[in-house]
């Protein structure tokens, strides 16, 4: 008998594939952002002569593509420098100095164990391999206004001043944050000496917009199933609701979804409209603080990386949370998020331990963040 996941007789194809238009896929081009990028490489060509980079703040509402240019500049950093390594922190996910320090400490070759572990003790050996690097690491601070209080981010980033200042250690840092006053509320030798240069990211006009769906469409849609118009219609309605990109493309995937399952040939203007009032209506906070302790720890996993396994998330909670769940509890936890429309789950394998999962999130990140910040 067929498989009941072959394809059926007849059926169209949407997607040529559509990991193109996933949230953690970092694209080949960025469109609209040279400038951004130019700046960046600025800061950062010192490197490739064995020179001190500039530290840099990344600024701008959600979606206007700063991390995925920080990304971008500093993979192709390090694919034309062996004299430069870059380690990638999000301040949500990780959100204390001690966590931080610990995964820069590890990131530069020296394992710490997770418990146990004095933050003093910890710095002290950062600054001891950081000394004898042979390297120079870029560390990407991003959203670095989400950690556990403003105190919190201005101890870390004196911590990380004091080496560079004392012991000559060479690195850079890229700090990522939506607000902009986030420095202004630093002490001020840290602000002078650790933000050397500010570069601000606008929101996408509906024109830049289109360009970077259509891109994204080019290598995710089969030739001729989407149209000028539709991709015109997401353009200017993610424009509309700030000139995020992130709600733009995931508006192209719901939309390539729904068309495959009504096999239908062509993701028209209907599809987009009805994936974006999806996005627009969930009405986040009431289904955020009706979850439970265990449920949010898991979304708040969820939320911290574009996409993950669910098998990574579930080894996550059980190292974070002081109250274990089976795996039973968490994919019955996992059925009810995916139900509530706050996380995408879809089913990628089946291997010995159970079925996989991919995992991200639905609706608009910073939607979810804003509901979850006394969870740690
Ligand atoms: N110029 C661009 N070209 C192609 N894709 C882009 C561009 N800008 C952003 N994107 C895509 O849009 C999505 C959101 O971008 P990104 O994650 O960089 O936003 P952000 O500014 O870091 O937002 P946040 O403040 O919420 O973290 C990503 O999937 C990214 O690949
Ligand atoms: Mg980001």
Known sequence: MKNIFSKTKG???????????????????????DEEIDSLVFCFNPVTKGGKPQNVFLYGPTGTGKTATARYVLNELEEYSDRARSIHINCFEQNTRHSILASITNFLGSPIPRRGTGTDEIYDSMRFVLKKSRFTPIIVLDEIDQMQGSNEASKLLYDLLRISEQEKARFGIILVSNDFSFTSRLDGRVKSSLMEENIEFNPYSPEQLKDILGERAEYAFVDGVIGKEAIAVAAAHAAKKGGDARVAIDALLKAGRAAERDNSGEVTVEYLRSAFKSIDSAPVQKI????????????????????????????????????????????????????????????????????????SIAVPKKEIEKHLTNIN
């Open 288 to 359: 955020v603080e009706s979850l439970n302790e265990e449920e949010k720890i898991i979304l708040k996993i969820i939320v911290s990386k574009d996409s993950q396994k669910s098998g990574e998330v579930y080894k996550k909670y059980s190292q974070l949370s002081k109250k274990p769940l089976s795996e039973r509890s968490f994919r019955s936890m996992i059925g009810k998020l995916s139900d509530s429309d706050l996380i995408n789950a879809p089913l990628i394998g089946e291997g010995m331990r159970g079925k996989t999962r991919q995992l």
């Open 11 to 33: 059926q169209t194809l949407i997607f040529k594939s559509e990991q193109y238009l996933y949230p953690e896929h970092v694209p080949a081009r960025l469109p609209h952002r």
